[in-house]
Structures are given as structure tokens and as C-alpha cells.
């Protein structure tokens, strides 16, 4: 125990794994053509799921570089493969909405 209330430890480690989630979803954000293009997002297990406005925006060289595996498009149906970052990821994007 470090002698904090809640009896968790502290440190800077929980907020490093929250300024990377949020950096990655800013990432994120402009591959999928901007917070405007995005009509729902949510986290399933290695996957971020989501609507968009326009397909054609979506820049998957740009989802590629911010982490992501792989990106499955239907319609306006987007699916970006991130690895088990999607749930905070998907958290922090639904912040910005």
C-alpha cells in the first residue's frame, strides 16, 4: 500500500497510459476524417467500432500510422483493429463528441 485512500498505488503510470490512449485518439480522429465524420464509436475487445458520415474520408495510411493493424470497411461501417488499447481509446474519442 502507498498510504493513499483508495489503498491504489500512485504514480505517473496511469497517467502515461492516458496521454498515450488520448494522443493515439486524437490519431485516430483525423484517420477517420475528423471528429465531424465520426456519428457513434465504441471499444469491443481489440476493435474500435464505428459510424461515419463519409467513408471516403477515411485515410487508412493515417489509421495505419497512429497503431492500428488493420482497417475493415463496410459502407459506413468502420472497423479499426487497435489491439487491446480499443476500450480507453474508444473512451477518449467519445470525450471529444
Known sequence: MDGS????AGG???????????GKAE????G???IDNIVE????????RTEVEDPSL???TALKAA???GVVTMGT?????????????AAEIEDMM
Open 5 to 8: 485512500a483508495d489503498g491504489k
Open 12 to 22: 505517473s503510470a496511469g497517467g502515461k497510459a492516458a496521454g498515450k490512449a488520448a
Open 27 to 30: 490519431s485516430i480522429v483525423a
Open 32 to 34: 477517420l476524417g475528423g
Open 41 to 48: 464509436i465504441e471499444g469491443c475487445v481489440t476493435r474500435l
Open 58 to 60: 477515411i485515410d487508412e
Open 67 to 69: 497503431g492500428a493493424h
Open 77 to 89: 461501417a468502420i472497423q479499426v483493429v487497435i489491439g487491446t488499447d480499443a476500450d480507453p481509446i
